[in-house]
């Protein structure tokens, strides 16, 4: 008896712990349908990202008062924005927001109420992904590079020069070693603040990072997932979601912590799942699900040391913190939500 009583005390305050470090406050989710990503401009001011929705790709809006601000649609005029592709997405300054458009291999440069400003070009075609990281630079992936992870551009006048400031070299981190040998692997999140870009991989639990001066170095993190190797007779592929586990699939961050949406589950992609799941009509269900997870691993910006996990009360596929507020693309009741919590840590 004691010790049943004993669990109930422990269950107790872990389910306290979790209440103190996560409140929620409320969610929204009148009008997002099918959000591949999102990110928070300002207090309850956020940016959906719908490839499916070809009327509002990016769609900017008022969570506390649940309307949508303004739109863009997809197409190939200025400002609009290709179906295909991820968008990569940074604030510039205080008053202009930085859309890199995979799809278009280009940036589209808004203002904070999402009118079209300008359109960014690389002198190297070969960029496939750019962040802003300060006035002058940018931090940009190459497609199908087998001599780094990312390199830092000049930008000026709305152009990304085409000679590398510095880089994550390949070479430099031994883990990284498999993506010269199947660029597919270099897939996964890339978030820059003022300080530094963070580069998290979906088959790799590594999290690396190149600050804007230019030093490269490595978040420790609580897990260790070796990029797998992947079989392959022509060309290259990516791994099997069903037989590898995800690792990272977002990160954000705030003055003195980094946080990462961490999963390490695979995808029950059996065929006795599949049929019980077509059976039951689930399948869709577990298809969305099986892109989410409940753990953030929380790192001490100055050391890079792990520091602990937090346990989102909501599976949540993409994470962006705010002030003292954590915001969360969330799946609950069989629909997308972006939920905000209260964070204190």
Known sequence: MRIILLLIIGLSTIQSGICQELEEVYSYHENIY????????????????????????LSLHDIKNKKVIATRRSGRGPGELSQNGLKYISKMGTDSIWVWDVGQRKGIIFDNKLNYVADVVAEDQAISAALILTDTTVVA???????????????????????????????????????????????????????????????GSMVPMLSTEGKADTLSVPYDLPFPEVEYEKGYA?????????????ISTDDQHIYILFSGKKFDAGPFRQLANAMTGKLAEEIEKSDNTKEILVIDKNSKNFIKSLNLPVMSKRISVHNNSLYTLSYRDKRYSIIKYRLNI
């Not at 309850?44 to 499916?52: A, C, H, K, N």
């Open 238 to 250: 990516a791994p099997d979601h069903g037989k590898y586990p995800e690792a990272t699939l977002d």
């Open 141 to 203: 992936k190459k497609a199908f590079n087998d001599e780094s992870v990312a390199a830092l551009y000049p930008l000026r006048n709305n152009r990304i020069g085409s000679k590398v400031m510095s880089r994550i070299r390949i070479n430099n981190f031994e883990s990284l070693r498999p993506i010269a040998e199947n660029p597919l692997l270099n897939q996964g999140p890339m978030f820059a603040d003022r300080d530094a870009v963070y580069m998290g991989f979906y088959f």
């Open 34 to 57: 099918t959000p591949s990503a999102f990110y928070v401009l300002g207090e309850d001011t956020i940016l959906t990202v719908e490839l499916g929705n070809g009327d509002a790709v």
